[in-house]
């Protein structure tokens, strides 16, 4: 069975500093993806990032950075130099390579102070 | 390009009546998928349809039924609804029905529903 973990419920930082998401994640496949969405007070989730099992180089995109542990099983989330625009729920998400699913854990909720 | 859409933004019933959701996808994309988040919690898969076919179905009782539309857009019924059935409502579409590079789910605003 798929099942995601974000044990963060709620992170505050102040401005500036860099903070980290965790996410672990349990599945038997072989391949899967695994996700980050950003969801701000409207609701709407917002895609920020896609990664297949087999590609476990680390990413950055501006501020943003990922690293993907296989052997961990950790999809880790680390804004660096925070901002008041940063603060959302992240949710981590699961899916297998060809299936019809999210499997979304419960949310991280960033406040980031000004 | 509109973004996926969904219909009503707010909705609030009482115990026992019928609920319709529904949800325009982006123009070209043919998957839309359905998902429940409580307050709180991340959101639950409901149901996922393709060329207008079931591709998909969570665990959810028989009172959440779904279909898709010739235009691709869809809507989500629940029926006798329950205190337990408040939540935001989510509609995601895509090209199509995998995961794989290009399908991106892009998600709907959502559909508020509160249950007196």
């Known amino acids: 069975a798929q099942k995601v973990t974000q044990a963060q419920t709620e992170i505050s930082v102040v401005e500036k500093e860099d903070v980290t998401l965790d996410c672990v994640y349990e599945t038997r496949d072989t391949t899967y993806y695994l996700f980050w969405y950003k969801q701000p007070p409207s609701g709407e989730l917002v895609f920020l990032i896609r990664r297949n099992s087999f590609d476990e180089q680390n990413e950055i995109s501006g501020r943003y950075s990922w690293n993907f542990q296989k052997s961990t099983s950790s999809f880790n989330f680390t804004i660096t130099a925070s901002q008041v625009v940063d603060s959302a729920v992240y949710f981590c998400?699961?899916?297998?390579?060809?299936?019809?699913?999210?499997?979304f854990g419960t949310g991280t909720s960033l406040t980031v102070i000004p | 390009d509109a973004g996926v859409t969904q219909s009503p933004t707010h909705l609030i019933k009482t115990r026992g009546q019928h609920v319709t959701l529904r949800c325009s996808p982006i123009s070209g994309h043919k998957s839309v998928s359905w998902y429940q988040q409580v307050l709180g919690q991340g959101p639950q898969f409901i149901f996922q349809?393709?060329?207008?076919?079931?591709?998909g179905r969570g665990n959810f009782p028989d009172r959440f039924s779904a279909r898709q539309f010739p235009n691709y857009s869809s809507e989500l019924n629940v029926n006798a609804l329950l205190l337990g059935d408040s939540a935001l409502y989510l509609c995601?579409?895509?090209?199509?029905?995998?995961?794989?590079?290009?399908?991106?789910?892009?998600f709907g605003p959502g559909t508020r529903l509160t249950v007196l």
């Open positions: 995601a579409s895509s090209l199509g029905g995998g995961t794989g590079a290009g399908n991106e789910q892009f």
């Open positions: 998400a699961l899916s297998e390579r060809l299936g019809n699913q999210f499997y």
């Open positions: 349809y393709y060329e207008k076919e079931e591709r």
